[in-house]
Structure formats: C-alpha cells, structure tokens
C-alpha cells in the first residue's frame, strides 16, 4: 500500500477471547435462528414423518453336542463357545431358515424381508445368542420373534447335532416403539444447528472485508493514522 503502509498477513491476525465474543454476540440471531430450524426441523421430521419401528428379541442357549468332547478338549472353554455360538448364527442367518420362517408367521414377508428385519448376535462371549426382529408392526415383530423361538431348535439340532436348544429369554409384546430416539436424534439436531450457526456467524465475519473503524484498520494494516473523520450530531 502506498505512503510505506502494507497490509499485514492474514496469517499473523490473531483473534481475542474479547473478539470471539464480540462476534457471537454481533451475530446471535444466525446462530439462535439455526438452532430453531434444525431444533424443529428434526424434531418434526422424527415425529411425524419417519415410520416407528418396534423390537421384538429373545435369548436362546444351545448346548455343544457331547460328541464334541475332542473338539472342547483342544480348544479352551471361551474360544470353544465363541465358535460354536458363530456357527449357530450362521444357521439362522440362512435364506433356507428365513423363508422357513416366513413361511410358518404367515404374515406376507419374503426371506429377503427377514434377512433384513432380524438381527442375530452372540452376548458377551457366551454360548448364549440373542435374536432382534424389528418391523413397523409390533404384533408382526412379535409374531416373528416368536416363530423363530419355535424353529430355530430345530433346525441347529438337525444340522448341527446339538444336544439342546433352549429359550433364554422368552419373547415380549413391543410396548414402546424402539426407533426413532425422537429425543436423542432431536438433542443431536440442536446441537448440530447451534454449531452450524457459529460457523456461519464467523464466515460472514471473515468475508465482511470492510474497515469499521481505527482499531479495524490498525489490526488489518501496519502504519500510522494520519486522521480521522469524527461522527457529527444532527
């Protein structure tokens, strides 16, 4: 710049706690404005128009078959039961056993309906598996839930040779829907809105280029002020 002033690099401007807060302050009505919108937003979204889900699960324990006693001999008792727990899973993870399935509830699913509406996993380690079906019904997720605890005996016994198969815990009638967390994904919905505000608070505040006063044009340029024009009252 001319008369041996320069402007100083972006680099080396440093932004004060003071300033931070003046700028928040300056541009509350973006930020509070975001949280509103996204707050509502999710808030309607989740409530009204997302389909409720319901689960309907049960715990099933299925005991090695004794013939296996080499096998359990080899392998120590928690790697034992985490293989034997896998290969259980695997069974009921079957299109054969998910059309038998959908065949039994009578209730329109196809097997590739129910690959996707049930969820299989074993529980901390143990020989004990716990079954999740979820559908937007509750009495189908019940229904389903219960058809599996009818044949998933059969079929880990008749191909797995297992000495028994037992319900752990027995299957419940959904009484709440298990999603959507209208208040947890609301929560997330303010947060995200607040922080969206204050992003767009400080980008408006880097693109606003003009100079507003003396302590304005110091911070952006190095040299001295040689004058300025004082506010008049009418």
Known sequence: ????????????????????????????????????????????????????????????????????????????????????????????????????????????????????????????NTEIFEVKVTTKDPEDSFVLANTIAWLAPQKIIKVKNADAVNVVDSVRMPAEPSAPNVIKNTAIGSLSGLILGVIIAFLLEMMDKRVKDEDDLMKHFDGPILGSIPEFEE
């Open 1 to 124: 710049m001319e008369n041996g002033t320069t402007m100083k690099n972006e680099d080396e401007i440093e932004i004060s706690l003071e300033e931070i807060f003046t700028i928040l302050i300056k541009r509350l009505w973006i930020i509070v404005l975001c949280f509103v919108l996204c707050t509502a937003g999710t808030f309607i979204v989740n409530n009204y128009l997302i389909d409720e889900e319901y689960t309907a699960s049960l715990s099933m324990y299925a005991a090695p078959n004794s013939q296996d006693a080499d096998v359990m001999a080899s392998l120590n008792e928690l790697n034992y039961a985490q293989k034997v727990v896998n290969t259980y899973i695997e069974i009921l993870k079957t299109d054969d056993f998910n059309e038998a399935v959908a065949k039994a509830s009578d209730l329109g699913y196809s097997y590739e309906d129910l690959a996707k509406m049930v969820e299989i996993n074993a529980v901390n």
